[in-house]
């Protein structure tokens, strides 16, 4: 028998086993094959297989002694390296399956292992990146060249926003900033520059804009921001805001919607850090600029909170919720810049999107948050809040996928 033969064969009988639990031929076969192969027809990975065979009974729910077997397989296959987030054809991953069958345990096991994973590539990401600066260091000294110094956070990659998986690299975004007419129609055909995927931030940024009575799209109308969040920013306002006369800062402004909520709660200072010229244009238009106690910083977040902190600005309150920046920016912000400007007694709060276009990554990034912040001295509470009915009307592609919004309230632990 060939080689590529035995490897095919190897494939179908994992899978199999995998199926059907039998956990020792399970480990035999881990002895000589991969725990991440993956069937041709279905896609199947044996986390698939063996969280799918768990199948539904008549009555809707899942035999229990089923789903046990099926823990100690999913354990086996992890143990043995096995990648927590693969899709199959369906577009599933073993947790959407696990989730989708209720199977509580498999998928905290799942989830479990996504959270392990995550903390392990951001630490590696971490040791990356130390690398490369050193490298760059050395090639400096011998250089002396001061000016190719690294800015980490603009390796960050391209996310939309709070996206968690890559996706398609974008294309350069060369259109001047401008501020759309309100309800401009939105084309159904996606524009020659199409863009769903800002490669960086500052591509982002140097992209035109438009706002709608409900929405600010960007330029491939892709949603910046969306109405259906009042709710949510009224909470994340609220929990932040207990008293009046704080002092507040927002990270951007979007269609100002937490800043009219902030506003609200009567702050003695409201900071509001926006980058977007045609944001700022708006804020404008719409005389936030004129607000008593309101200071609009126009900028980067990365290069206005460092000028405060040296200035020793102290405040009661920060929110953050930017665009086309990824989990990397939010960890940099609550390690080195929150911790340098909130009071003691201050809350810290941001837009919780991360992995929101699917249930199991939304579950596997409140653990990572959660654990990072932990780290950084923040403890978190968490509260539940449902997500309406969203119409995505006029938007290139829905961003929220999940029927809960985890709102997050962060202080420094006792
Ligand atoms: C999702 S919107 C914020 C929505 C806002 N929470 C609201 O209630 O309307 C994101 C905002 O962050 C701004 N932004 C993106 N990157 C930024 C950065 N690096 N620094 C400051 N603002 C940024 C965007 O221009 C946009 O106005």
């Known amino acids: 028998m060939d080689s590529d033969t035995e490897e095919k064969l190897l494939a179908v009988s994992l899978l199999s086993a995998a199926a059907r639990h039998d956990n020792v031929a399970v480990k035999n076969l881990l002895r ?53 987030n693969d899709l199959d054809k369906n ?20 989830v479990d292992a996504g959270v392990r994973a995550e903390l392990l590539l951001s630490k590696l990401d971490g ?28 390796e960050s990659g391209a996310r939309k926003r709070q996206k968690l998986e890559p996706e398609a690299p974008a294309e350069a975004a060369g259109a001047e900033p401008k501020v759309g007419l309100a309800n401009d ?9 199409y863009i769903d995927h800002w490669d960086s931030n500052a591509d982002y940024l140097r992209s035109s804009l438009r706002y709608t009575d409900t929405t600010l799209l960007d330029s491939s109308s892709n949603a910046v921001m969306m109405d259906w969040e009042t709710d949510i920013m009224g909470r994340h306002a609220e929990g932040l ?3 009046k006369g704080l002092r507040a800062m927002n990270i951007g402004h979007g269609m100002g919607i937490v800043d009219t909520k902030i506003q609200t709660h009567s702050p003695l200072e409201h900071h509001i850090v926006e980058a977007h010229p045609a944001v700022l244009a708006h804020m404008k238009k719409n005389g936030w600029d004129k607000k008593p106690g309101v200071t609009i910083h126009e900028g980067r977040w990365q290069d206005v909170l460092p000028k405060l902190i040296e200035q020793g600005v102290v405040l009661d309150a920060i929110y953050y919720d930017t665009f ?15 911790i340098g400007l909130l009071d003691p007694s201050g809350r810290f709060g941001f ?15 409140k653990d990572v948050v959660e654990i ?32 809960v919004y985890r709102l997050p309230l962060c202080k420094f632990v006792d």
């Open 324 to 338: 086309a920046e990824d989990y990397k920016d939010l960890k940099y912000l609550f390690e080195e810049c929150v």
């Open 241 to 243: 805001l207990p008293t």
């Open 32 to 84: 000589n094959t991969s725990a991440n192969v993956q069937d041709a027809e279905t896609g199947y990975t044996p986390l698939h297989a063996a969280i799918a065979s768990c199948g539904v009974d008549e009555d809707g729910t899942t035999a229990l002694s089923r789903e046990a077997a099926a823990e100690e397989t999913v354990k086996i296959l992890f143990d043995n390296g096995a990648i927590w």
């Open 351 to 365: 837009y919780n999107g991360l992995g929101a276009d699917r249930r199991v990554c939304y579950d596997v990034y």
């Open 91 to 110: 577009d599933e991953t073993p947790g959407c399956i696990a989730y989708r069958l209720g199977l509580k345990n498999v998928y905290r096991l799942v």
């Open 185 to 193: 129609p939105v084309s159904t055909e996606p524009p020659e520059d």
């Open 372 to 403: 990072d912040l932990l780290e950084a001295g923040f403890q978190t509470e968490w509260e539940d809040l449902p997500v309406p009915q969203i119409e995505w009307e006029g938007v290139r592609r829905p961003y929220w996928n999940v029927d």
């Open 127 to 154: 040791i990356k990146a130390l690398e490369v600066e050193d490298e760059e260091d050395e090639d400096e000294n011998e250089e002396e060249d001061e000016e190719n110094a690294v800015d980490g956070t603009d």
